[in-house]
């Protein structure tokens, strides 16, 4: 029997691996620059910190999730995002008595049973981060500046960031009535799932994969028309930071984002390509989320870059990733003790940092040379009888041909120039 990979999961094979080192290294070194360090979280949680992190009117929770019992009997899910993880994670080791900001990110795998299309898988990958302990503006202005940032190190152009504020639970529950008296009439013509949403979240009616686009949803009461004096005073603060670090925006009254713990400030970063338009990143504030988690209330703020999407923008807009060639110098052996004293060096190469191969296949000389001048391996150096009697060898550069005499134990100099 022939085994092939479940539907919605792909291998990231070798060739093409190095443009994820790349873009984990710069996200990576981004956030490092801004002060956040990284955390690792579990693959699977226990499924009510979804349901009750996530919201459980969500399409993530009501339909995507991975869910199954262990062997305890135990309900269990594969984690569908990381922001639910690090709030647990933050809870539970205590972080609230650290200085303030805390600042984390984070790159995962995640697992959400969706329809897939081009990006969009049912084992993907995420860049995120989270900053707890802020309440102000400028916090919000710091997690857009690092997406920024980002993006522009990767050389990623044409990228549109939108924002919105959906406001406080303060005002949210006004607009929700308000919703719910404009929708009432319509309802019965509307999804199965914002029949459902209707009565207990009419908010997620506005993003609605079914009736998202139809002309009584884009018609609805827009929510930032209806904010409360303090997030109407917040989402003010936010535009001016932005616009006096330079950052573009627009804003779009439609972005509520899909997961229930949102609140003011909710941002995504939007292709504007031809043929690549979609969502890249996405976050925003969520100010009651650690406490619905069990902690204390906190403040937060979070965003998670889909980066499946991120490299095939990259690949759209024909950005170029550096290969970064570990192996430096092919060694091809003519003679038992050659190939012995091949190992020695290149043990001492490996040793020190410098990649490097030799023959493992028994090939012939000849084959050995075909090997070397189809593998991209910048030198070559033989080592045969005569080599090990004057202790010296020829290193050949592969692109010109040019070759050097270098002493058999000063290899290591000569490749690390």
Not at 341 to 360: F, Q, W
Not at 365 to 384: D, E, T, W
Request: proline share 3%; with cysteine.
């Amino acid at each position: 029997m022939r085994y092939a990979a479940q539907k919605g999961t792909k291998d990231i094979l070798p060739a093409e691996i190095y443009k994820w080192h790349k873009a984990e290294r710069v996200f990576a070194d981004v956030c490092h620059d801004f002060g956040y360090e990284e955390i690792r979280i579990p693959t699977f949680e226990q499924t009510d910190l979804f349901q009750r992190g996530v919201g459980d009117t969500t399409d993530v929770v009501t339909k995507e999730m991975y869910t199954f019992n262990d062997k305890g009997g135990r309900s269990i899910t594969l984690r569908p995002e990381g922001t639910a993880g690090v709030v647990r994670s933050y809870i539970e080791n205590g972080m609230a008595s650290l200085p303030s900001p805390v600042r984390m990110f984070y790159s995962i795998t995640a697992f959400r049973y969706e329809k897939m299309q081009k990006g969009r898988m049912r084992e993907f990958h995420q860049f995120g981060l989270e900053a707890f302990g802020s309440e102000g503006p400028a916090i919000d202005a710091e997690i857009i500046s690092v997406v920024d940032i980002f993006f522009k190190k990767i050389g990623l152009k044409n990228i549109k960031l939108c924002i919105n504020s959906i406001g406080c639970p303060s005002c949210r529950n006004k607009y929700n009535e308000m919703l719910k008296d404009y929708f009432r009439p319509h309802v019965s013509t509307m999804c199965e799932d914002c029949q459902a949403r209707f009565e207990k979240n009419p908010l997620r009616m506005i993003d609605c994969k079914i009736d998202g686009g139809k002309e009584v949803v884009q018609n609805a009461p827009r929510l930032i028309d209806y904010l409360c004096d303090d997030c109407k005073t917040h989402f003010e603060a936010l535009k001016n930071k932005l616009d006096v670090i330079g950052i573009r925006y627009e804003i779009d009254p439609n972005i509520v984002r899909g997961l229930d713990y949102y609140t003011r400030t909710v941002f995504e970063f939007v292709s504007e390509n031809v043929g690549t338009q979609g969502t890249i990143c996405g976050g925003g504030r969520y100010d009651g989320l650690v406490e619905n988690c069990g902690g204390a209330p906190t403040p937060g703020i979070g965003f998670a870059m889909g980066v499946e999407r991120l490299l095939l923008e990259a690949e759209a807009q024909g950005i170029e990733f550096e290969k970064n060639d570990s192996v430096k110098i092919y060694f091809a052996g003519m003679s038992d003790a050659a190939n012995e004293e091949i190992a020695k060096i290149c043990y001492e190469l490996r040793s020190n940092g410098i990649g490097c191969e030799t023959d493992l296949m028994n090939r012939s000389f000849k084959a050995q040379m075909k090997y070397a001048g189809k593998s991209g391996i910048p030198y070559l150096a033989v080592i045969g009888d005569d080599e090990l009697n004057t202790g010296k060898v020829n290193i050949k550069k592969m692109d010109d041909g040019s070759q050097t005499e270098v002493e058999l134990d000063k290899i290591i100099v000569f490749l690390k120039r």
